[in-house]
């Protein structure tokens, strides 16, 4: 069975703390792994798509990594403005559907 | 510049009663997608359109339906709404094609009494 796990769940970090969040999954036949951002009562706001292990993304303070088994969201220094819960999903071809993990939420403080 | 469009943006329900929620996209996209997001489970797939004219069941398809209405629309029914359908449900389309990314909605909370 596909499954997608987030760790951890919950961050606390101070302005300036670099840190990283694991996505790791177990699905055959992948063909996108992508990270969101959800801020509170919205809805997830796209961030990056990576197809292959190897592939790294990069915006502002964020970098995305992909490797066969997981991928890593690093955020580097930190700002308040990055708070928010961070979620990864795995698209495969087989079915056409967009499975996601459980989310970390982060929470920078000043 | 729309993207998807979900109605309404809240709504309370009783337990039995039955009500429609309603998705637009304006991206020209293939796939649409219902999911619910309930707190520490994430987000769960309901149901999904991969193209017009075919629906799936994802993880947690009970008591709902859906109809692909055309390639912009995809609606989720809950016949006989249950406490535990209590939730925020979000609608998303995507382009599986080229295996891009979805695109969300602001989201549907709902509360059944």
């Known amino acids: 069975e596909d499954q997608v796990t987030q760790s951890p769940e919950a961050l606390r970090l101070q302005e300036g703390e670099s840190s990283s969040l694991n996505c790791s999954y177990t699905?055959?036949?992948?063909?996108?792994l992508f990270w969101y951002r959800q801020d509170p009562g919205k809805g997830p706001e796209f961030l990056f798509t990576l197809y292959s292990a190897g592939e790294e993304k990069e915006k502002e303070r964020l970098k995305a990594t992909l490797t066969k088994k997981e991928s890593f969201l690093h955020i580097t220094a930190p700002k308040p403005e990055d708070s928010a819960t961070y979620l990864c999903?795995?698209?495969?071809?087989?079915?056409?559907?967009?499975?996601f993990g459980g989310g970390t939420r982060v929470l920078v403080k000043p | 510049n729309a993207g998807v469009t979900q109605t309404p943006k809240f709504q309370v329900l009783k337990t039995g009663q039955s009500m429609t929620l309603q998705c637009a996209q304006d991206?020209?996209?293939?796939?649409m997608y219902w999911y619910r997001q309930d707190p520490g489970m994430g987000l769960r797939l309901i149901y999904y359109s991969a193209s017009e004219g075919t629906t799936d069941k994802g993880e947690v398809p009970n008591g709902y339906n859906v109809s692909r209405l055309n390639k912009r629309e995809f609606s989720l029914r809950l016949e006989s709404a249950a406490p535990s359908q209590t939730s925020v449900y979000f609608c998303a389309s995507s382009d599986y094609r080229f295996h891009t990314e979805a695109f969300f909605g602001q989201g549907t909370r709902l509360t059944v009494v």
């Open positions: 999903a795995v698209f495969k071809a087989a079915g056409n559907k967009l499975t």
């Open positions: 699905v055959s036949g992948l063909r996108g």
């Open positions: 991206m020209n996209h293939n796939s």
